[in-house]
């Protein structure tokens, strides 16, 4: 019979608690140097130590920075590639939407014929152009999204001369009404749905301008949500990281506690080298805390954009959406945080280097026992 989750989870910490009060002592005994039989003597005690503290120390160092160097990265891509790409691609989209509506006001509205496109579709297109240059640029994309977004922008370019024609031909109503139908199926599409044999739904690839914007915004909504996400390399890292954090300090009282047992000596060298090792890990921890819930905050402020609709609010609501991401990564001060643990880790590995050193000028007044050579007469 199977034992169910919650049951084998309770035998499990049942097993822990017997075994820690078993364990513990026994650790307290290598670490201090109280083993049964007297112990190293003091040179091997202290010659192992200063190997074993900075090598903890360096480990637990490493796997800190590695695990905040991740979400830092991930950070810096949020805030600088994938946010502004975000809101440049809802603005470019908006604003196609717009100049198009535009479009059909001066050339199919009442007043079509006897006047020009003027200069807000212009201006529209113009910022559509404009910002999705700006995503192209933002490094945002791969190869095969900047290769989807420079199809948009040469369909963005055929779009604008087919409604350019159709202002051309304004007194025709025939050919007016031709290409602003024609500019308006390239960009919207007419598009039927196709239905499987499993009476699912499915949508072709996307032919038109705006499905294709969107189909971009949406993988980089997607991305963000990984971004957002605690990734396995800093989960592993940071758990890593606080276990050789522990044992770092838990063998650093039991050295010191050797050296008052064994040299009746209280170590404030070994201690002030030891605080930033210990120092170092709990900022990272905390800068990295705070990253990523701004992370998390910038991911759900963005995610609004894909529901903003082109209306005349649209521009100020992307521009209010794209501030607001901004204050709140802002208020993470991603960039302190970065700095802190430049100037932490290196400090951190100084005090791991003293901690070996401190340990090795201990040593010195105490050789190594040699084993006794025998005589060949013997």
């Not at 759900?300 to 209010?320: C, K, M, N, Y």
């Not at 190594?368 to 007469?377: G, W």
């Amino acid at each position: 019979m199977r034992v169910p989750g919650p049951e084998r989870l309770r035998a499990a910490l049942a097993r822990l608690r017997t075994a820690v009060p078993l364990v513990l002592p026994v650790l307290w005994e290598r670490a201090s140097g109280r083993t049964p039989g007297g112990g190293l003597p003091t040179a091997a005690f202290l010659r192992r130590r200063m190997l074993v503290l900075p090598t903890l120390a360096v480990v637990a160092l490493a796997l800190s920075a590695a695990a905040y160097g991740d979400i830092h990265g991930r950070t810096e891509r949020l805030r600088d590639r994938c946010a502004p790409a975000l809101v440049d691609l809802a603005q470019a989209r908006t604003s196609l939407e717009l100049a198009q509506a535009q479009a059909e006001l001066r050339l199919l509205g009442a007043q079509a014929g006897r006047v020009e496109l003027g200069e807000t579709y212009r201006s529209l297109v113009t910022e559509a152009t404009q910002s999705l240059n700006r995503v192209a640029q933002s490094r945002a994309l791969h190869k095969a999204q900047e290769q989807e977004l420079r199809v948009v922008s040469g369909l963005v370019v055929a779009y604008g001369d087919k409604i350019a024609w159709a202002d051309r031909h304004r007194e025709k109503e025939l050919l007016r009404k031709a290409g602003v139908a024609y500019a308006d199926d390239m960009l919207r599409g007419r598009h039927s749905t196709v239905v499987t044999a499993g009476s699912q739904e499915v949508r072709p690839e996307p032919t038109s301008i705006l499905d294709r914007i969107g189909v971009l915004e949406h993988q980089l909504h997607q991305e963000n949500r990984d971004l957002a996400a605690w990734s396995p390399l800093s989960l592993t890292a940071a758990g890593a990281a606080a276990l050789s954090a522990g044992l770092f300090a838990f063998v650093l009282v039991g050295t010191s506690a050797f050296l008052r047992d064994r040299l009746r000596l209280v170590s404030v060298q070994l201690a002030a080298a030891a605080v930033p090792v210990l120092t170092a890990p709990v900022l990272l921890a905390f800068g990295g805390a705070e990253e990523h819930g701004a992370q998390e905050q910038v991911r759900a402020e963005l995610a609004g954009l894909e529901q903003v609709v082109a209306d005349r609010t649209a521009p100020r609501r992307i521009e209010t959406t794209a501030r607001d991401a901004a204050v709140l990564m802002r208020e993470a001060s991603p960039d302190t945080w970065s700095l802190t643990a430049g100037v932490a880790v290196p400090a951190a590995g100084v005090g791991a280097l003293a901690c070996g050193v401190t340990l090795f000028l201990y040593g010195r007044p105490y050789p190594a026992a040699r084993p006794r050579r025998r005589h060949p007469d013997a």
